[in-house]
Nanobody, 123 residues
Framework: EVQLVESGGGLVQAGGSLNLSCLVSGFTFDDYTIGWFRQAPGKEREGVSCIDSTDGATYYADSEKGRFAITKDNAKNTVYLRMNSLKPEDTAVYYC????????????????WGQGTQVTVSS
């Protein structure tokens, strides 16, 4: 059974940091691209960051460049999203997702999803 389990969300003040984790099981970790998405109330789900299975290349949405960092630990089947300099507009439920294809910011490109972890940034 394919499972992605996010953790690490919480409440943080603006300017603070959080480190999200996505533990993956049920498939060959190296074969799948892993992306992070977020969805705020009343808004569409949007791509935040992605790490490609083919070459390990990393991608970030423009608003996250320089603030967020995506990494993976193959030994632990885990992908991390380090979030620095958090802003109130980063408040959302954050999801990790897996795709057999290359990185994309389109949610429909991803086949498997976690349940999400809430990130709340207070001003």
């Amino acid at each position: 059974e394919v499972q992605l389990v996010e953790s690490g969300g919480g409440l943080v003040q603006a300017g603070g940091s959080l480190n999200l984790s996505c533990l993956v099981s049920g498939f060959t970790f190296d074969d799948y691209t892993i992306g992070w998405f977020r969805q705020a109330p009343g808004k569409e789900r949007e791509g935040v960051s992605c790490i490609d299975s083919t070459d390990g290349a990393t991608y970030y949405a423009d608003s996250e460049k320089g603030r967020f960092a995506i990494t993976k630990d193959n030994a632990k089947n885990t992908v991390y999203l380090r979030m620095n300099s958090l802003k109130p507009e980063d408040t959302a439920v954050y999801y990790c997702a897996a795709s057999f294809f290359t990185c994309s910011y389109h949610a429909q490109s991803f086949d498997y999803w976690g349940q999400g972890t809430q990130v709340t940034v207070s001003s």
